[in-house]
């Protein structure tokens, strides 16, 4: 059974950072793509950064503005998505989530809040 359980989110003020960690079971972590995702209130999800197996490609996307960096420990079957210079655009519940289509499996989700 697959399973993803995301942990480090909070409560940040603008600038801050938090790292969000994805610990993964059930599957043959080193081999798959992982990627995080984000949903703010009245939003749709979207893509935040993936991370290839063996991390050969890793990409977040432009609006982060060089804001996040995804990485993977694959000993520790855990996949991070370091955010810094947080801004209150960036609140949103933050998932954790691997396979496409019907493989799809997703995490329960980590609140991260940006305010002062």
């Known amino acids: 059974q697959v399973q993803l359980v995301e942990s480090g989110g909070g409560w940040v003020q603008p600038g801050g950072s938090l790292r969000l960690a994805c610990t993964a079971s059930?599957?043959?972590?080193?081999?798959?793509?992982m990627r995080w995702y984000r949903q703010a209130p009245g939003k749709e999800r979207e893509l935040v950064a993936a991370?290839?197996?063996?991390?050969?490609?890793?990409g977040t996307m432009d609006f982060h503005e060089g804001r996040f960096a995804i990485s993977r420990d694959d000993a520790k079957n855990t996949v991070y998505l370091q955010m810094n210079n947080l801004k209150p655009e960036d609140t949103a519940t933050y998932y954790c989530q691997t396979g496409l289509g019907s493989n799809a499996h997703w995490g329960q989700g980590t609140q991260v809040t940006v305010s002062s």
């Open positions: 059930g599957f043959s972590f080193l081999n798959q793509t």
């Open positions: 991370i290839g197996a063996g991390s050969t490609l890793t």
